[in-house]
């Protein structure tokens, strides 16, 4: 009897056991089936079914970690791919394992995979770079590229995660470099032009203060020529203005509707008295089609059109001709003025819509410089372009395009 029942207890100790095996077998091919598609593990019973639970919490912040991550890295992917500094990073070896698109625009060539020395092709670069390597310590570098008249800044930084490699960063300071130059030669210009009828003036009330101012003759003649520098300095003085104000984008365009041929109509009829004291005849060449309207501050184009009218008539010798003229071409009207003076030497060409420039200071009489800089931002905040067509000793056409309405 009780072996018997000995018996059925060790059957059934065994029956328990399989069935605990069963059970336990099935968990783990249920997990191991989880696991393999990559999904969360299913919930079970006992010691298994906490392992689960405790498998499936690390695996949910394992993959929020992961896409913390994966949005920090495409969010820096973005911030180099935008960036106007060129970024190299550089391993051991010296082979380039990152460019971004600023690097490459620089170098002008694909970069990862090449060699330091071929990727920057510049010794002054190469050797920062290598000092930077040797020396384990950031290093700083200006230089100037002579091909490209590019003016550069490198940083070289050690990049403490790959032994020996290098993160290269490389700023294009070339414009502004160019502003401060302009800046400085802005200064030194006005400097200039000041200094002139400031000097004269000087020596007119000195000599008036000497005797002249009893002299019936000579006093009014030195006061007559006070006059014109003080005209010469309030006219610098205004267009100077006018230029920093249109230039710092101060003045607001009141742009309308602008009939092309009446708007070269008033230009004309204002330099008319010039032109005639000039002995230049002054013409406005009519369309046989209407001309389209264009979309222009009405008072500002007619400032432009009176400078380069002013011009023409100032350049070209008595007798001469100045022709106002307007065509359509695409969506916009080109003006012209073509005059028949003395013209402008083609290598003096590109330079004249910069400010203060002049051609030959001699020539030029009073101008200034400025009236050709300041046409030309009063265009470009049309959304237009100004250009001349010159050749010496046959006359100039000054051209600029206006937007159609
Ligand atoms: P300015 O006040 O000296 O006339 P601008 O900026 O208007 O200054 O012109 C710059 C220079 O371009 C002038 O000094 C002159 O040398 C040249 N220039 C401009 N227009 C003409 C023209 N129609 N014919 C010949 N030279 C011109």
């Given at each position: 009897m009780i072996v018997e029942v000995v018996l059925g207890l060790v059957l059934l100790a065994m029956l328990w056991l399989g069935w605990q095996y069963w059970t336990l077998r099935r968990g783990i091919h249920a997990m191991l089936s989880a696991a393999q598609r990559s999904e969360a593990l299913p919930p079970t019973e006992g010691m298994l079914g906490e392992l689960a639970r405790l498998l499936n919490q690390q695996r949910a912040a394992l993959r929020e970690r992961l896409v913390a991550a994966n949005t920090e890295r495409g969010r820096l992917a973005a911030i180099l791919d935008q960036l106007a500094d060129a970024v190299i990073i550089a391993d051991a070896e010296g082979r380039v394992r990152f460019a971004n698109p600023a690097a490459e625009q620089l170098c002008g060539l694909p970069l990862v995979g090449r060699s330091v020395v071929e990727a920057l092709r510049h010794h002054q670069l190469v050797d920062a770079w290598r000092r930077c390597r040797d020396t384990g310590q950031p290093q700083t570098e200006s230089l100037e590229v002579p091909a490209s008249r590019q003016f550069l800044q490198a940083v070289i930084v050690p990049d403490r995660e790959a032994h020996s490699g290098a993160l290269l960063v490389v700023r294009d300071l070339t414009r502004l470099r160019r502003l401060e130059t302009v800046r400085r030669d802005f200064i030194s210009n006005i400097s200039h032009e000041l200094r002139t009828p400031i000097a004269s003036l000087k020596a007119l009330a000195e000599t008036l203060q000497a005797?002249?101012?009893?002299?019936?003759e000579a006093g009014p003649r030195f006061l007559g020529r006070i006059q014109t520098e003080v005209d010469a300095l309030a006219q610098l003085v205004q267009e100077l203005l006018d230029l920093s104000r249109i230039e710092s984008g101060q003045v607001e365009l009141i742009f309308r509707r602008v009939e092309p041929l009446a708007l070269l109509r008033s230009a004309a009829d204002r330099m008319r008295v010039q032109a005639e004291r000039a002995g230049v005849s002054l013409t406005v060449q009519e369309t046989p089609e209407p001309l389209p309207e264009v979309w222009a501050d009405e008072t500002r184009l007619e400032q432009v059109l009176v400078n380069l009218i002013h011009n023409a008539i100032k350049f070209t010798h008595r007798g001469g001709s100045v022709t106002l003229s307007a065509q359509t071409q695409g969506r916009t009207v080109v003006f012209a003025v073509r005059d028949t003076g003395i013209g402008i030497p083609a290598d003096e060409l590109p330079r004249?819509?910069?400010?203060?420039?002049?051609?030959d200071k001699s020539r030029s009489?009073?101008?200034?410089?400025?009236g050709l800089s300041i046409s030309k931002h009063i265009v470009e905040a049309h959304g237009g372009r100004i250009w001349a067509k010159s050749r010496e000793g046959e006359g100039s056409i000054f051209f600029f395009s206006i937007p159609i309405v």
């Open positions: 005797g002249a101012l009893s002299d019936p004249i819509f910069e400010r203060f420039y002049r051609v009489g009073s101008g200034t410089g400025l």
